[in-house]
C-alpha cells in the first residue's frame, strides 16, 4: 500500500504561519513529483503546490510567494511552508504523488491535516 501521512496543521490567526509535513510511504519516492493539495468545504480538491524529482518546484497564483514546497528524498518527506496565511487558505491539506499532467498518482489518500486561519 502506499501511504501518506499529513501533519502539522493547526488553528492560527491571519499573517500567521504553520509547517505542514508529510511522510509518504512510496517505493521509488524520488522518481515521483509530489504536491500539496486543499480542500476547503464545499469546495473542490485544487493542487496548491508542487515539486518535481529535480526539485522544481510550481505553486497556485493564490498561494505564490507565501507558500514554500520542499522535500528530503533521504527521508521520503514532503514540507510545505506556509506564511502569511489567509482566512482563506482554510482547508484540509492532503500530499500527493504526482503523475503525467500533476495528476495524482495514486487512488490513496491520507487522512490530510487541518488548516484553519482564523482571528
Same mark, same amino acid.
Given at each position: 500500500?502506499?501511504?501518506? %501521512?499529513?501533519?502539522?496543521?493547526?488553528?492560527?490567526?491571519?499573517?500567521?504561519?504553520?509547517?505542514?509535513?508529510?511522510?509518504?510511504?512510496?517505493?521509488?519516492?524520488?522518481?515521483?513529483?509530489?504536491?500539496?493539495?486543499?480542500?476547503?468545504?464545499?469546495?473542490?480538491?485544487?493542487? %496548491?503546490?508542487?515539486?518535481?524529482?529535480?526539485?522544481?518546484?510550481?505553486?497556485?497564483?493564490? %498561494?505564490?510567494?507565501?507558500?514554500?514546497?520542499?522535500?528530503?528524498?533521504?527521508?521520503?518527506? %514532503?514540507? *510545505?511552508?506556509?506564511?502569511? *496565511?489567509?482566512?482563506?487558505?482554510?482547508? =484540509?491539506?492532503?500530499?500527493?504523488?504526482?503523475? !503525467?499532467?500533476?495528476?495524482?498518482?495514486?487512488?490513496?489518500?491520507?487522512?490530510? !491535516?487541518?488548516?484553519? =486561519?482564523?482571528?
Amino acid at each position: 500500500q502506499v501511504r501518506l %501521512v499529513e501533519s502539522g496543521g493547526g488553528l492560527v490567526q491571519p499573517g500567521g504561519s504553520l509547517r505542514l509535513s508529510c511522510a509518504a510511504s512510496i517505493t521509488y519516492f524520488r522518481l515521483y513529483a509530489m504536491g500539496w493539495y486543499r480542500q476547503a468545504p464545499g469546495k473542490q480538491r485544487e493542487l %496548491v503546490a508542487d515539486i518535481g524529482k529535480g526539485e522544481n518546484t510550481h505553486y497556485a497564483d493564490s %498561494v505564490e510567494g507565501r507558500f514554500t514546497i520542499s522535500r528530503d528524498n533521504a527521508k521520503n518527506m %514532503v514540507y *510545505l511552508q506556509m506564511n502569511d *496565511l489567509k482566512p482563506e487558505d482554510t482547508a =484540509v491539506y492532503y500530499c500527493q504523488a504526482l503523475g !503525467t499532467g500533476s495528476s495524482p498518482a495514486f487512488s490513496t489518500w491520507g487522512q490530510g !491535516t487541518q488548516v484553519t =486561519v482564523s482571528s
